[in-house]
């Protein structure tokens, strides 16, 4: 079906917010013992760590409609607010990842070429995947779901709210900005090189990138000239065929879309960054970026973000001067950093990652804490709407027993948009709005994950 | 200046001890907590460090000058914990442990303040491939298991075991300090077990044990040259074993030959007769068909348990069962099995529809039935691959999370590992006459924020770097 969406891109996102408009009244109404989202809530009495401004103790938070009304010692919230009471608990923003591939059921890679940028993940996004309901229970309220790595131009994101047990437009986070998938290095060279294709080294890597850009910029000219003649009232003109791979590309060009490259080593970073200006895009964020703290100070001046792993390293030969400091290194260096899990596993625990850079580096716990919910909004590009415990933000909190930076943290109640989507004390599974079957999808949710065809 | 010192951390078969420059920069202790009685000192300990690892090239390492951390929280594992005390560690082996002022402390001795600090036995990882792998993907740097055959009891680990793996320094920065190191688990019996120390100049060094247990495993992941894939329908050779019921009984089979060898063998000895040739795959299982070492079987299912725990019952195998991530149903009948068993990873996926806790609360689940229990390095899902390793205090943070006792949680990854492979008389706790392997942290060392500023292995100050450290220092300038 999408396939065919006449839609350009860039309204797709406009048609799915007034579906998930429509459908999430029909899910919210169909689902089984979905309580009715109070009016107004209070959370109060916790250590409330805002991501933005600090952390309050005994703070309150006020929700009101699904979004942050009030928060600080004390709020202004209406007597007939719902309270919950924080008392030694945590509560900070609903962790945000950056880099997953969840609920794709092993559909990461259309690994057939080397460029698919029209490759939609929305198309294959499986809503039902119990990889959501662990991470909802690891407290995660935001994820980004990319295409593989297996493509140097691989395909465009879909951003999702965690709000399991909804119908899958439901899930998307309306208005989110749209996001393309790169990658280099290692992954695309044995993918192509492994058939005796191009790429099989970095150097087919770019030029395969360079290739793309170049037929991107044709398409661009030959609709700019169209348009141009239909301007002037030309009847004759014929139209340009709609191509959606170069559709695709030229809205990297017209910066219609982030892009969000995986790469690992210094000398690609830069690489990356010289084919970006060289054709006019900027890089919103490297994934996985090992080697950032090589050239930190450089990367800076771009103004590109990381999404990073805490301490994942040797498992292949580009992880191999992986080092647990990168993130902190590279945050004080001015690099923008976030944590991400690329991982059915490590999503469950992202705030313990972030814990992890008091222990490498020094982080303080507000700067930790922003790893795994501000700086992945941004990177997102939804850091306006969600990622802190800000007035008007989407009440996207998770009520924690424990610090969320230390290894003992679990989420007791999570909420997105001020509904109530988990709730530890709850017996069964702890879904407020889920019924029915879940399903599993094999593998770990990782990019290297691409079909048994391409395996080593 | 960073290419020419590049190009030395690009070989990884450099030994600290060549490193030793750069080890006395930054080899000892770190930050304000720690604090260490003057700065002179802190170079002696640096200087000292680097002379013990030179003397390496003769000796064991050896510990020359007795060491007493004083004014920290003692974590004893064996009898609870002492809020400030001291600690003496002498002779590579623990002198004296107990509360400030009731220790004697040996004339002689460098004393380090370590107010403020966690004091703990070095922890043990019941389940690695140290020195079996470097790079996971470079194919010609892992030696990981055999490929040939199911049953391979022959292979020994201590054969492939690279010392100077990078993984080991990268592990024991966090406060590892002994490991099992096992073969990959893709076989029914892959082969057999060596324990070792994280410190020291060569294998011979570091090797503390070999063949100390049997690899073992079953489930759907087992090798089956009758099939490609998994459940027979692979399209694989129609050989056998294509099912659980070939892999158990090729299993069956091949005790059944190992004791018809034994007596074989043993008629041939009684009549002097010298043609009887050897057969090593037969000997290897010899000691484990006796009961005298243990068998580490690694099983998820609930029912792959009760199946393979019939098997061993029936030869009576000494066995220690490794994951049952999903016997939530079978647990009771697990601890009345009364064997010890290595939990997880406790990350292991539950079953869609599983409520999420339904892994994570298995250490304490089993602990509760009086389960001895121990927690790995492994990963979720799979071969463990230690690279990793550092992470395993925080898995049994994270058990203690989800309802384990504390000290419970200590135990499984230092003395209960001691334990279950007959190492328990020389580690796994603060008690004197035990290897003076011990860590000092800044805090609690199931806490993911903790930092560990000081290893000590056979009382030898391990220098506190590695290549990761290097980089990161000469990245930092």
Known sequence: MHFFDPLPPARRTTKYLIAAGILSIAASTAAQQAPSVPADLVIRNGTVMTASHGTIEHGSVWVHAGKIAGVGASVNAPASATVVDATGMWLTPGIIDPHSHSALDGDVNEATSPVTPSMRMIDAFDNRSADLYRALAGGVTTELLLHGSANMIGGQAVVIKNKFGLDRDAMLFPNAPGSIKFASGENPKRVYGGRDQLPSTRMGNFEVMRAAFEDAKHYIAEWDAYNAKAAKGDKDAVAPKRDLKLEALADVLRGKLYVQIHCYRADEFMTEEAIAKEYGYKVRAFHHALEMYKVAGKIAADQTAIATFADWWGYKDEARDAIPWNAVISMRKGVKVALKSDSDDHVRRLNQEAGKMVHYGGATEDEAIRMVTLNPAWIIGVDDRTGSIDVDKDADLVLWNHDPLSTYARAQKVYIDGDLFFDASLPGLGTTHFSGVMHDSGGFGADDEIGEEDGQ | ?477
């Open chain 2, 1 to 477: 200046m960073i290419f020419s010192s590049f190009s030395r951390f690009l070989s990884r078969t450099q030994l600290p001890v060549i490193l030793g420059g750069a080890g006395a920069r930054t080899c000892a202790v770190e930050g304000p907590a720690f604090r260490v009685a003057s700065r002179p000192q802190i170079l002696a300990t640096a200087a000292l460090a680097v002379a013990v690892l030179s003397s390496f090239a003769v000796a064991q390492p050896a510990q020359q000058q007795a060491i007493v951390l004083t004014g920290g929280k003692l974590l004893t594992v064996s009898h609870g914990a002492i809020e400030n005390g001291v600690l003496v560690l002498a002779d590579g082996k623990i002198a004296a442990v107990g509360e400030s002022g009731k220790v004697k402390i040996p004339s002689g001795a460098k004393v380090v303040d370590a107010k403020g600090m966690t004091i703990y036995p070095g922890l043990i990882d019941p389940e690695s491939n140290f020195g079996l792998t470097e790079i996971s993907a470079d194919q010609m740097t892992n030696d990981l298991v055999e490929r040939s055959d199911e049953i391979m009891p022959h292979m020994h680990v201590y054969d492939a075991f690279h010392s100077e793996t990078e993984l080991i320094p990268v592990a024991r920065l966090n406060g590892i300090t002994n490991a099992v190191v096992a073969p990959a688990s893709e076989d029914t019996i892959p082969g057999q077990d060596i324990f070792i120390q994280m410190y020291g100049k060569d294998r011979d060094q570091m090797i503390m044990g070999r063949d100390i247990a049997l690899a073992m495993n079953f489930g759907s992941e087992q090798r089956r040259r009758g099939s490609a894939g998994r459940g027979g329908g692979g399209g694989g050779r129609p050989e056998y074993p294509s099912t659980r019921m070939g892999l158990v009984t090729q299993l069956r089979q091949a005790f059944l030959d190992v004791q018809d060898y034994v007596a074989h063998r043993d008629a041939a000895a009684k009549k002097d007769d010298k043609t009887f040739k050897r057969d090593l795959k037969m000997e290897a299982l010899i000691p484990y068909l006796k009961g005298e070492r243990p068998v580490v079987i690694g099983v998820y299912e609930g029912y792959d348990v009760e199946t393979i725990m019939a098997l061993a019952q029936e030869f009576h195998l000494e066995v220690i069962l490794n994951h049952v991530t999903h016997t939530q149903e079978i647990l009771d009948k697990i601890a009345s099995y009364h064997v010890p068993v290595i939990v997880g990873s406790i990350y292991d996926f539950p079953r869609a529809g599983q409520r999420f806790d339904a892994v994570y609360t298995l250490p304490a689940e089993l602990a509760k039935r009086g389960v001895k229990i121990a927690i790995s390095s492994a990963d979720a899902g799979g071969p463990v691959s230690s690279h990793s390793a550092r992470n395993l205090p925080y898995a049994a943070g994270f058990a203690v999370a989800y309802g384990l006792p504390y000290d419970e949680a200590l135990k499984a990854i230092t003395l209960n590992v001691a334990e279950m492979f007959g190492f328990a008389d020389r580690l796994g706790s603060l008690d004197v006459g035990k290897m003076a392997n011990v860590v000092v942290a800044n805090g609690d060392p199931l806490d993911v924020r903790t930092d560990v500023k000081q290893v000590y292995i056979q009382g030898v100050p391990v220098p506190m770097e590695n290549r990761q450290t290097r980089l990161r220092d000469e990245y930092s300038k």
